[in-house]
Structure formats: structure tokens, C-alpha cells
């Protein structure tokens, strides 16, 4: 079974499957920060009505600061791929962790997505959760330059 994920919020907790089966070198990523503390105490920084709420920035521990969401991990720290290969991935200099565009789930409403600034290999910490269907954010569409996977 995939692992579950708990979000403690202000406006109240909820909890997502993380698509480790699926996705495992960005969810390991994912639970590698969780269980290091990454995400404690970060706000939602960018909050866009039907269409996304992102998060994941440590600069957004200060709900006011001017760097929200410009951050991400360390550059050059590693954690294990989760899927019994014994895989070790770096992170780059940046804290950017190679795309992983392999599944097709499509960012639908309640989807976790991997944020990234639109360039390959960008995706670090920050991640939404898409509150509508925004299947021009899926990798696989050729309309769009836009490449977010899904993996919760």
C-alpha cells in the first residue's frame, strides 16, 4: 500500500496517497522532506481560487516574506529512492530533483502536483494541489509547454 500523507493546516487537517508506486523517485523526494521536517511550520504561499493551492517553500515560514516561493531543498543533499532499488538520488545545486515523467494521472481536482519553474529538472520542494481539472498542466499535453506530474 502506498503511503499516506497528513497536512495540519489553520483551516483544518486532511490527508493524501502518495503515488509511490508510480512515482517513486518524486515521492520519495516528497517523504524524505516530510520526514527531515522540511515542510513544519510553512505556509501556503501561493493560493489561486479554482485553480491551485502551492506549498512547499521554506521562505514561506514567514508568511510575509518577500522570497516565498523562490525556495527549495539544500543543493547536493541526497535521499533514497523508496522502491527496494537501493537508489540514491542528489539533489542538484539548486535542490532540484530530476522530472519523473513516467505516470499518466492528470492533475484533477485533489491531485498533489510537483511545481517546478517551467524549465526541465526544476522541481525541488514546492508542490500544489489542484482544486479543478488542470489537464493543461499535464506533462504528456503537447499544447503546452507546462510538465507537472502527479504523484499524490
Not at 502506498?2 to 523526494?29: C, H, Q, Y
Not at 516561493?69 to 542528489?90: F, N, Q, R
Not at 498533489?112 to 504528456?140: C, D, E, H, K, Y
Request: glycine residues 14%; aromatic residues 12%.
Amino acid at each position: 500500500a502506498n503511503p499516506v500523507a497528513a497536512f495540519e493546516t489553520s483551516m483544518g487537517t486532511f490527508k493524501a496517497e502518495i503515488f509511490l508506486d508510480k512515482m517513486p523517485v518524486t515521492s520519495s523526494n516528497f517523504i524524505d522532506l516530510c520526514k527531515t521536517g522540511f515542510y513544519d511550520g510553512v505556509h501556503f504561499h501561493r493560493v489561486i481560487p479554482n485553480f491551485m493551492n502551492q506549498f512547499g517553500c521554506p521562505y514561506a515560514k514567514d508568511p510575509k516574506s518577500p522570497r516565498a516561493g523562490t525556495g527549495g531543498p539544500a543543493g547536493g543533499t541526497s535521499y533514497e529512492v523508496l522502491d527496494g532499488s537501493g537508489k540514491t538520488i542528489t539533489r542538484d545545486g539548486g535542490g532540484n530533483i530530476p522530472d519523473e515523467l513516467v505516470d499518466k494521472t492528470g492533475n484533477e481536482p485533489g491531485t498533489l502536483s510537483m511545481a517546478n519553474t517551467g524549465r526541465p529538472n526544476t522541481g525541488g520542494s514546492q508542490f500544489f494541489i489542484n482544486v479543478n481539472n488542470n489537464s493543461f498542466l499535464n506533462w504528456w499535453d503537447r499544447s503546452t509547454p507546462s510538465k507537472h506530474p502527479v504523484f499524490g
